[in-house]
């Protein structure tokens, strides 16, 4: 059985970091990604990341998060630096059999697989 399990989110203030994890199970992916969906509204691109590790990151997280995996392991993460109160949502990893460009990249379609979800919260 194929499953996305996420860990790592939390109550951070402000400016702080956190680190989200996505460990996969059942079989080996080319491409993860991280979404995020804020309370009443769409999911949204956050980042993604194919099996050679070139990343695409979404403009308004550019510089401030960093994707990876570990192929050894099975393993996707997003670490989160300078926080802002705008970036509180649950978080969400996919998983995709295909290597994705952009834009399918960034399209919550294009996934194959999906884990149930961390919430980051960040206060002001």
């Known amino acids: 059985q194929v499953q996305l399990v996420e860990s790592g989110g939390g109550l951070v203030q402000a400016g702080g970091s956190l680190r989200l994890s996505c460990a996969a199970s059942?079989?080996?992916?080319?491409?993860y990604a991280w979404f995020r969906q804020a309370p009443g509204k769409d999911r949204e691109f956050v980042a993604a990341?194919?099996?050679?590790?070139?990343?695409y990151y979404a403009d308004s997280v550019k510089g401030r998060f960093a994707i990876s995996r570990d192929n050894a392991k099975d393993l996707a993460f997003l670490e989160m630096n300078s926080l802002k109160p705008e970036d509180s949502a649950a978080y969400y990893c996919?998983?995709?059999?295909?290597?994705?460009?952009?834009?399918?990249?960034?399209?919550?379609?294009?996934?194959?697989?999906w884990g149930q979800g961390t919430q980051v919260t960040v206060s002001s």
């Open positions: 996919a998983a995709a059999i295909v290597p994705l460009a952009l834009p399918s990249a960034s399209r919550p379609t294009s996934y194959d697989y």
């Open positions: 059942g079989r080996t992916f080319s491409q």
């Open positions: 990341i194919r099996w050679t590790g070139s990343p």
